[in-house]
């Protein structure tokens, strides 16, 4: 399909901006709130009022696109990887209107908005907006990387143990095991962030801010924008079993390259770790 990529990130990019505002008004004071698949999982009507902003503006400039966004998927993983599944896959939206709800509704201005595009299969743009800090992160398949329009690459960081990196407390059955890997970082590299947004964390790999980001059972909406910009600006996305990262990819790692092999073998909770 013929598709013009520098056209499709300049929608997206509108489209962010558009829920962005509306995550800068209600941030910290949501009107309500609910809980989805655990007490980890929560979304607000903001949630749904940005995914149908981006919607709207989306659809009028690209009719015949497809649209998988977050909210309008039942809870829990078995419906996300379903959902991912059935989509069309020739010009589709993947969408996270907020990734970071529990910063949202706590006032913690670390929500962003993640829309992705993936034609035939293949995610080819990117645009994650941080509303708080006006921060826009974009990139296209064949283009450049940027963030506020200024050129953005990942990290030259060669070493784990010097590295800076990120993950988060996954909603479900693999927060334990995710748990297990911070702590098991927390001693071996130069310090771990989580900041409570897999969209941020990504962004940032890309922006060179951090070194690398890991997190398992995330969905599409959480990955898919993010896993352009820091391809786009330089850096590797694959799965915890080092296959390329694609639409159904859900245990995520991303790394400015460099550290990626290393980062692969001592998240394996069973081997002792690397020097
Ligand atoms: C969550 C965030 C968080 C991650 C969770 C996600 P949401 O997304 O990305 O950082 O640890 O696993 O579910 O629910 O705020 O869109
Ligand atoms: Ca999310
Ligand atoms: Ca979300």
Redesign the pocket.
């Known amino acids: 399909m013929e598709i013009d990529l520098r056209e499709a990130q300049g929608v997206a990019e509108r489209a962010a901006r558009v829920a962005g505002e509306l995550i800068r008004e209600w941030i910290g004071r949501p009107a309500q709130t609910l809980e989805k698949s655990s007490p980890h999982?929560l979304v607000t009507e903001v949630d749904k009022a940005c995914q149908e902003a981006i919607y709207r503006v989306l659809h009028e400039a690209f009719p015949d696109s497809t649209f998988l966004g977050?909210e309008s998927v039942a809870p829990g993983p078995e419906a996300a990887t379903r959902a991912a599944q059935e989509a069309d896959q020739t010009l589709l939206w993947v969408v996270?209107p907020?990734?970071?709800?529990?910063n949202f509704i706590r006032g913690i201005p670390a929500c962003t908005v993640s829309i992705g595009l993936v034609v035939e299969g293949r995610a080819v743009v990117g645009v994650i907006y941080d509303p708080m800090r006006d921060e826009i992160f974009s990139a296209y398949d064949g283009g450049e990387a940027t963030c506020n329009g200024q050129p953005m690459k990942v990290s030259p960081e060669p070493d784990l143990s010097s590295a800076i990196l990120a993950s988060?407390?996954?909603?479900g059955a693999y927060r334990g095991k995710n748990a297990q890997q911070i702590m098991r970082f927390g001693h071996h590299v130069r310090n771990v962030r989580a900041l409570?947004?897999?969209?941020i964390h990504l962004a940032y790999v890309a922006a060179g801010r951090l070194d690398g980001f890991w997190?398992n059972?995330?969905?599409a909406w959480?990955l898919c924008a993010g896993a352009v910009l820091v391809q786009v600006a330089g850096g590797k996305v694959t799965d915890a079993d080092n296959a390329p990262y694609d639409l159904f990819t859900r245990h995520i790692a991303a790394t400015n390259g460099r550290i990626h092999e290393a980062l692969l073998r001592d998240l394996d909770l069973d081997t002792p770790l690397s020097p």
């Not at 907020?98 to 529990?102: A, E, K, P, R, V």
């Not at 409570?196 to 969209?199: D, K, P, Q, T, V």
């Open positions: 999982d977050e996270d907020i990734d970071g709800t529990l988060g407390f996954p909603t409570g947004s897999a969209a997190e059972d995330l969905n959480d």
